[in-house]
């Protein structure tokens, strides 16, 4: 896998592997407990169409879950070599999708639906809303996103989208909001029109990808790329459990030496 593809288009995709198919096999069944689980009721939002399961996966530091193999293949591999390694992982995300998404979340109005809808809710992770008049803030940086399909769903089926490209113009508009800011003061720049005014480039000029991936494969995307999840079509099928994918994205210690970095 090119190091050239993610630097240029902020997301690559890795071939079908024995280990990590093995790994996504045993995630599945985590997931899935971990859907049914009275515990995470709360994840389960807009109207029961979406499972948002943030660290529902029971996996370790190394992202083992108990009794599992290994979390191995060729992304870790690439991570390892290309991104200067793996840190401790935090407890995994489950997000399954069902039919009849999107639906509104509590306290969403009608405007944010129609993003959602038109927009596949498009977004750069750890930008976050904050306040009565949801402005933004970067309170959790990622240092990369890497997806993990957990089962075998239809295309239409509710996928990640990525606006290839987009990181190169987040990543402007974000330096440019920062110049002359203290590094210490970074976390409370509000950055609500920058990031408005980015996505809006992007838009206009990065084509939307749909991107298609089974169990066995995985997919990496570059920390500031824009990318949501597209509305689930008339013709979508998945398992019981819906459209289910694992996420892992550690947080960057010392975020404001290394968020806006080339690599």
């Given at each position: 896998?090119?190091?050239?593809r ?18 996504a ?21 807009c ?81 976050k ?21 957990l ?28 110049d ?31 991107v298609?991936?089974?169990?066995g ?9 824009l ?22 994205r ?14």
């Open positions: 896998m090119s190091w050239q993610l630097s240029n288009s902020g997301w690559c995709q890795f071939p079908m592997n024995a280990a990590t198919l093995a790994w096999e045993h995630a599945r069944i985590a997931g899935t407990k971990a859907l049914y689980d009275p515990a995470n009721a709360e994840w389960l939002q109207d029961g169409t979406w499972f948002i399961g943030v660290d529902a996966l029971p996996n370790d530091p190394d992202g083992r879950l108990p009794g599992g193999p290994e979390l191995a293949g060729p992304a870790i591999d690439f991570i390892k070599t290309h991104l200067g390694g793996i840190p401790n992982l935090h407890r995994g995300q489950v997000s399954s999708v069902f039919p009849g998404y999107p639906r509104p979340r509590p306290g969403e109005g009608e405007a944010a639906l129609r993003y959602r809808i038109k927009r596949d809710a498009a977004h750069v992770d750890g930008v809303i904050f306040g009565e008049k949801r402005r933004r803030k970067v309170e959790e940086p990622h240092a990369w996103v890497l997806g993990l399909p089962n075998a769903s239809s295309l239409d089926a509710s996928p990640l989208v990525i606006w290839e490209g987009s990181h190169v113009i987040m990543r402007r508009v974000f330096a440019s909001t920062f002359g800011i203290p590094a210490r003061e970074w976390s409370e720049v509000d950055v609500t029109d920058a990031y408005t005014a980015g996505r809006a480039e992007v838009f206009e000029t990065c084509p939307r990808v749909v298609s991936a089974r169990p494969e995985a997919y990496l995307m570059h920390r500031l790329c990318h949501g999840v597209a509305p689930w079509g008339a013709d979508a099928s998945a398992p019981e459990e819906g459209r289910m994918i694992a996420y892992f550690p947080e960057l210690e010392n975020w404001t030496n290394s968020w806006l970095a080339q690599e």
